[in-house]
């Protein structure tokens, strides 16, 4: 009697704790019948979501879109240019989440091999025989935990790479980043700006390293695992990996990113992480892992990055909760996870490339699912506003009433 008290009143305090979206195929995501079902029963103001639509429209990328999920409910689905529900484009450096996901599902699936968990030194023989000899001494003392933090010392990319120590940031020397014909390799010899755990850098190779070692631990490719601890679970239709760059077929998914999901299933992925890893009856994602993607780690004291996430635990989003939480991609990807309010949000966007069916060889139908709109020419005398990814958390949020 006492459990089912308790059972009830989560329900109640969580209105779409107990709802889990079928399969686009079989039905998909519920959606409100107009702005006063969207209030009652999803908890948003549809007129003031506006804003957040047209700072979406307004963030200089030629293509993009912008869906939210509250209470379980998809009260916005809109797109414009080559965006729509039925693509698969390239998310870039959003799926270093889904890696780190992985690699919290791996943790828990393997505790008497990896009994330290992210405390484990991943540079040995039985976990990265692929990094020996090591070219650099400190390479021993990093731990997964510094890999999927940006601390392991790897250094940043980009012509213009940063490091952040304490809070300070400096310029780095630009360096030889990956190469998507020996991303193994490319990513193992990346140098070391610093020892690991001495300060942050955003470093694709880093992420890459961590998804070599769950390829090492559970005998599959990345794309595999994922699907078969996430895409299966939660219904996921057609998805990938972007393999093909022209004549390159690259022997691995990058762990680093370029994982390509349909826009409605990147929201499944996002509510499975506000349900605290639950997905209809089953606990797909390790809720204490979960709980460290959203707080300071001891791997990083430099900059709110937590396993592949940016945090907001101290407040500098100040529109939005603390236990909000994201991860971006280049060209104005996001996927945003605000777990008090039960909301998720995903922003879309890219350069045409990133849109191209040639990346996965995935088949691209047309769809009429969603709003559709053109994109928003920029002003002669100047461009839009450049909204900022914090700021559409902020629009958002200020969408919701509780």
Not at 380 to 394: C, F, H, T
Request: aromatic letters at 8%; charged letters at 25%.
């Amino acid at each position: 009697m006492r459990i089912a008290v308790i059972v009830l009143l989560i329900a109640s305090l969580c209105p779409g704790a107990d709802y889990f979206p079928p399969p686009d195929a079989q039905g998909g995501w519920r959606t409100p019948k107009g702005a006063e079902e969207a209030r009652e029963k999803a908890g948003i103001d549809l007129d003031r979501l506006e804003a957040a639509w047209m700072a979406t429209k307004r963030s200089n990328t030629d293509n993009g879109g912008l869906l939210v999920v509250s209470r379980g409910w998809l009260v916005m689905e809109r797109y414009f240019g080559k965006a729509r529900r039925g693509a698969n484009p390239d998310m870039a450096s959003t799926g270093k989440a889904v890696t780190s996901i992985a690699c919290g599902i791996m943790l828990a699936e393997n505790k008497a091999r990896l009994p330290e968990g992210l405390d484990t030194l991943v540079y040995r023989e039985e976990l990265l025989p692929e990094a020996f000899p090591l070219r650099d001494p400190r390479e021993a003392d990093i731990r997964l935990g510094h890999l999927l933090c940006m601390t392991s010392g790897h250094n940043g990319e980009g012509a213009t790479p940063s490091s952040v120590v304490r809070g300070t940031a400096s310029p780095l020397k630009a360096s030889k980043g990956q190469d998507i014909r020996d991303v193994d390799g490319s990513s193992l010899r990346a140098p070391l700006w610093a020892a690991p755990g001495e300060g942050y850098s955003y470093s694709s190779p880093a992420p890459h390293i961590a998804s070599m070692v769950l390829r090492k631990v559970t005998g599959k490719e990345l794309p595999d695992y994922v699907d078969e601890k996430l895409g299966k679970p939660m219904g996921w239709g057609p998805w990938g990996y972007c393999l093909y760059r022209g004549d390159v077929i690259m022997n691995h998914a990058n762990g680093a990113g370029s994982i390509a999901l349909r826009a409605t299933d990147a929201v499944r992925l996002g509510y499975c992480l506000a349900q605290d890893g639950r997905w209809a009856g089953r606990q797909l994602i390790p809720s204490d892992y979960l709980r460290m993607c959203r707080e300071p780690l001891k791997y990083n004291p430099h900059f709110p990055f937590s396993l592949q996430f940016e945090h907001n635990h101290a407040g500098q989003i100040a529109g939005a909760p603390r236990d909000a939480y994201y991860k971006t991609g280049a060209g104005g990807f996001c996927l945003y996870v605000v777990p008090s309010l039960d909301l998720v949000i995903y922003k879309l966007g890219g350069k045409d490339g990133q849109w191209s069916p040639d990346l996965t060889r995935i088949p691209q139908p047309p769809d009429s699912f969603g709003r559709h709109e053109e994109p928003l020419v920029s002003p002669k005398n100047g461009a839009w506003e450049n909204y900022s990814i914090p700021r559409v958390l902020e629009m958002v949020c200020a969408a919701t009433v509780r």
